[in-house]
């Protein structure tokens, strides 16, 4: 099977607590997904989309340790499998069961683990994967901000929070590549950058840049610098627990997944306090720089812009990010994905998911009455006009992504037993460890 370029969208999925764990924010629910879930899949195939950012929500799905209720899950996927349509499977994005409590529980990893284990086991076609969803996103708003889940501000509740976080997302892996040895991770992960407002600005504004690559460092086994070594170690994390992510690096199995809205760019003030700076150097210039860290093939895996009073600004961005992709992908960078999040408008995005208040964010590539938008009809376009000029060029992954209905086909098979075979051979991991620098 030849190479593919991912032409993806989402169906949005968090699903955090706010109000002291009272109230869940489920977007499914606000989104209408429950109800339209089957004519949300029939949009997909209209837009030529063979790729969805998706996921069961976790909250009513994974009741307890080993106790499941795939009843949605079941026929979703099923119809997924039916259309053809290869899911990048959202495990975990933004909140946990009520059970469970808040990403300070140290027993998450090792059961949310178990809980992808036996997804995998259930759904075995499923190969693409993005265990936990911005990870450092997650950590921040739930441990830092104070906005989610255990809505506490403190360096130590982040670094608690980002810890077991991204131990949860390696041992996912794990367990996912157990079942489906050829599986193939897609790290959706917010790309930022922080601007210093003045001079007195430079040294914050350098520790948040250094921050805002810690889940990715910690996931794929790389040496964080000396400042953000001292920072870990400062608030909370171990030697051993350092050394878990250097020695169970999965980079040979993954993509990195850079999202970009125009939100992704700080000023910073000398006191460290932060605004918006909107777009400044733009996803390619930022997007270059995370792949000169990681060396991975990208995948563009979420952006959006609301559509206002001129009904051509989600157009335009569509354009300037799409742009943006095939620059960074001329300068020789594997880019092998873009998705449009999400497919229908969302709700409440507007305060960060921390109010009720209803307000309907006009974002996505379809309103929540399923008529589509102007987005929607240009990308549909974009997509028809590429789909059969990028696949030529795009980067050829060593492991082929596999189709739903191919997934019991021999080469299949096959694929999957040479995988499992060289990751059982231990002698090449020195050869493909993460290089420092």
């Known amino acids: 099977m030849g190479p593919q370029f991912l032409f993806a969208t989402g169906i949005e999925n968090s699903n955090p607590t706010i109000q002291n764990g009272k109230l869940r924010v489920d977007e499914m629910e606000k989104c209408g ?55 990048i499977v959202d495990l975990c994005h933004f909140g946990v069961p009520d059970w469970l409590g ?3 529980n140290p027993e998450f990893p090792v059961l949310f683990a178990q809980y992808a284990r ?24 739930s441990a830092l901000y104070g906005w989610w889940n255990e809505q506490l501000s403190s360096d130590q509740a982040f670094v608690t929070a980002l810890k077991y976080i991204v131990k949860a997302n390696v041992m996912a892996m794990q367990s996912i590549l157990e079942v489906r040895p050829d599986a193939i991770f897609i790290q959706s992960e917010s790309s930022e950058y922080f601007h210093a ?34 920072y870990l170690f400062d608030n909370g994390m171990t030697r051993d627990e350092y050394h878990f992510f250097q020695g169970n690096s999965l980079k040979h199995h993954c993509i990195m997944g850079n999202d970009y809205y125009r939100t992704n760019e700080h000023r910073v003030r ?23 860290r990681y060396r991975l093939p990208v995948m563009h895996t979420e952006t959006n812009l609301w559509q206002g009073p001129c009904g051509d600004e989600a157009v335009n961005w569509l354009w300037k990010e799409w742009a943006n992709v095939l620059r960074v992908r001329n300068d020789g960078v594997p880019m092998i ?14 305060t ?32 028809a006009d590429w789909n059969q000029v990028l696949p030529a060029q795009s980067v050829c992954l060593q492991v082929p992504i596999v189709m739903p209905r191919a997934s019991n086909e021999a080469w299949v098979r096959e694929q999957q037993a040479n995988v499992r ?13 993460t290089p420092q620098s």
């Open 197 to 230: 407002e003045n001079p007195a600005a430079i040294k914050p504004a350098e520790i948040m840049n250094a921050r805002r690559f810690l889940s990715l460092d910690l996931n794929y086994g790389r040496r964080v610098n000396s400042e953000m070594y001292e």
């Open 352 to 383: 960060a998911l921390r109010e009720p208040n209803g307000n309907v964010n006009p974002l996505g590539l379809y309103d929540l009455d399923r008529n589509i938008r102007p987005v929607g009809a240009a990308y549909k376009q974009l997509i």
């Open 270 to 292: 000398a006191d460290g306090s932060t605004s918006a700076s909107g777009e400044v150097f733009g996803y390619h210039v930022i997007t270059s720089q995370y792949h000169d």
């Open 102 to 104: 808040n990403f300070q």
């Open 421 to 433: 075979a060289d990751t059982a051979d231990k002698s090449t991991e020195p050869a493909n460890a």
């Open 33 to 87: 997904h429950y109800k339209f879930w089957q004519r949300d899949f029939e949009l997909v195939q209209e837009l030529g989309i063979c790729f969805l950012r998706y996921g069961p929500p976790i909250h009513t799905t994974w009741l307890g340790p080993g106790k499941y209720d795939w009843s949605f899950a079941d026929v979703t996927f099923q119809d997924l499998l039916r259309r053809n349509i290869a899911p």
């Open 337 to 350: 994905g873009f998705t449009w999040y999400s497919l229908t408008d969302q709700v409440d995005w507007d």
């Open 118 to 141: 036996a997804f995998a086991q259930r759904f075995p076609w499923v190969q693409l994967y993005t265990p936990v969803n911005e990870m450092y996103i997650c950590a921040q708003f």
